[in-house]
């Protein structure tokens, strides 16, 4: 068993106030594209979390300085000395994130060579970057798979490129971005991810002096120019942190506000929230007036009593509903009366904590099959992807060992719900991407301690 382990009281709504900063897919990526410039970068609202500081490391490795700004969460990222690392010291972050293979296209134009260690991440499927090596591959670059890592070089330089997406990869798509900014000619990339994060990264790199179109139907377009500067830059929200906290007002029969969180691009989450029963209301931030501070805006969520109604949801690609916001959600449809039906469709393998809720007393039952109303690309690939929830069902407490980030977190939230007292192992791991999680809980109300 895992030593960091939170021992859970469950059975108290979560009640309180608590605020998201930037997005943790945003953040990460912004500071990557700090490499590509020519002058100091100055990212705000940076949360605490590890995948940051992964980022920070292998920077700093790389000769970029990284440096506390004056605000909370502010970052200076200064690339005026870039240099290569050991591989050795590389392979010290070896699978502890999956950003290192963003750093790809921008080690290439800075330096001309590049060392990927092995990637980490949550293990929700296999995860494969073959659309990553294809694609750096027809920018030119030459990658050749080592048993220690990854050494990609361009030795006649990067050019512009066409090249169309299997799947619209949130990951592949960054890579391009990061590529083909500064590569000679231009690029056009179909099937696209556009995800605000995504979008979010392309004003980044606008700042920086990017020409980037994105077009109707997935299509992005990218002239490559001989440099880039720096950037300012304040990050969209966290939104998958956000419905995080809005499924555990639901799923504790509490109410939490989210400040920050952002509607706009939780409109998809917000529609599902509202069908299962949950309330929710979205406050503006009003900047101050004479006679008035000025308020930070976010949104509420809260369960109005009586009974939760099962849906019947598919995750997918933006603007779907997001595959990051199915785990958590998932322990309030629990609590709901009826049939619930989940078809994941973005990971082939990111149902097996249902396995944890059903040792609580959840009924889940997961399926080969798609389930939803679109066939998706692992149905005839035998893997269990699909979920039935037949609620409502008291759950009770339990010894959990967290897998994944979402799933952790899923984990605590219905550990949270549940009678009695649970020990959720391998905690720690969900600092990878909640700012001050247990700080969050204390200010919620949530009875949790470190034993
Ligand atoms: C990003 O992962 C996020 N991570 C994930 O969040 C998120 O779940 C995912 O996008 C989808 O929104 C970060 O931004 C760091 P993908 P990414 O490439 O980029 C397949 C979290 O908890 N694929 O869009 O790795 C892949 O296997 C994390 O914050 C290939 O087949 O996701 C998956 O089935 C978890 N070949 C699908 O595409 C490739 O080369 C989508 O993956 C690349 C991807």
């Known amino acids: ?195 605000p994060e995504i979008i979010d990264l392309i004003c980044v790199l606008q700042k920086m002096g990017a020409i980037i179109t994105v077009h109707t139907d997935r299509v992005i377009e990218i002239e490559g120019v001989p440099r880039l500067g720096g950037y300012t830059h304040r990050p969209i929200p966290d939104r998958i942190e956000a419905a995080s906290w809005a499924a555990a007002a639901l ?37 101050p007036r004479a006679g008035s501070p000025g308020t930070e805006g976010g949104i509420r969520f809260w369960h109005p009593g009586g009974e939760l109604r099962a849906v019947a949801l598919e995750t997918d690609v933006h603007p779907g509903f997001m595959t990051d916001w199915q785990q958590p959600l998932v322990v309030a449809l629990t609590q709901a009366r009826g049939l619930s039906i989940v078809h994941e469709t973005v990971y082939e393998q990111r149902l097996g904590y249902t396995e944890a809720l059903n040792k609580m007393g959840a009924t889940i039952q997961v399926y080969r099959d798609c389930l939803g109303g679109t066939p998706c690309r692992f149905g005839r690939r035998n893997f269990k992807h699909s979920a039935v929830i037949a609620g409502p069902s008291k759950l009770h407490a339990a010894d959990l060992v967290i897998p994944d980030l979402r799933a952790g977190f899923s984990h605590l939230i219905a550990a949270l719900a549940a009678e009695g007292t649970s020990r959720v192992y391998g905690v720690d791991l969900i600092n990878r991407g909640y700012e001050d999680f247990e700080s969050k809980l204390s200010a919620l109300g949530a009875h949790v301690e470190r034993p």
């Open 1 to 195: 068993m895992p030593e960091d382990v939170l021992v859970v009281h469950g059975g108290t709504p979560l009640h309180g106030q608590i605020r998201v900063r930037g997005a943790k897919n945003l953040v990460s990526k912004a500071m990557v594209a700090a490499l590509l410039g020519d002058e100091p970068s100055r990212l705000y609202d940076v949360p605490r979390i590890r995948d940051v500081e992964v980022v920070r490391g292998l920077l700093g490795l790389h000769g970029v300085k990284v440096t506390d700004g004056v605000e909370d969460g502010e970052l200076v990222l200064d690339p005026a000395n870039v240099e290569r690392a050991s591989t050795d010291e590389i392979n010290v972050h070896a699978g502890s994130s999956r950003i290192p293979i963003l750093f790809c296209g921008p080690l290439l134009h800075r330096l001309g060579h590049a060392f990927i260690p092995d990637l980490g991440g949550c293990h929700i499927g296999p995860r494969p970057i073959d659309f990553h090596i294809q694609a750096l591959r027809e920018f030119g670059a030459v990658v050749d798979k080592t048993p220690e890592g990854m050494h990609l070089t361009a030795p006649a330089g990067l050019h512009g490129t066409k090249f169309e997406l299997p799947y619209p990869s949130v990951g592949a798509t960054e890579q391009v971005l990061l590529t083909a900014v500064l590569a000679n000619g231009v690029t056009e990339l179909r099937n696209a991810a556009v995800e």
């Open 251 to 287: 799923a504790t029969r509490g109410e939490i506000e989210v400040l920050g969180a952002q509607q706009v691009d939780m409109m998809t989450f917000l529609n599902v929230f509202r069908s299962i029963g949950g309330e929710y209301k979205v406050t503006d931030t009003l900047p």
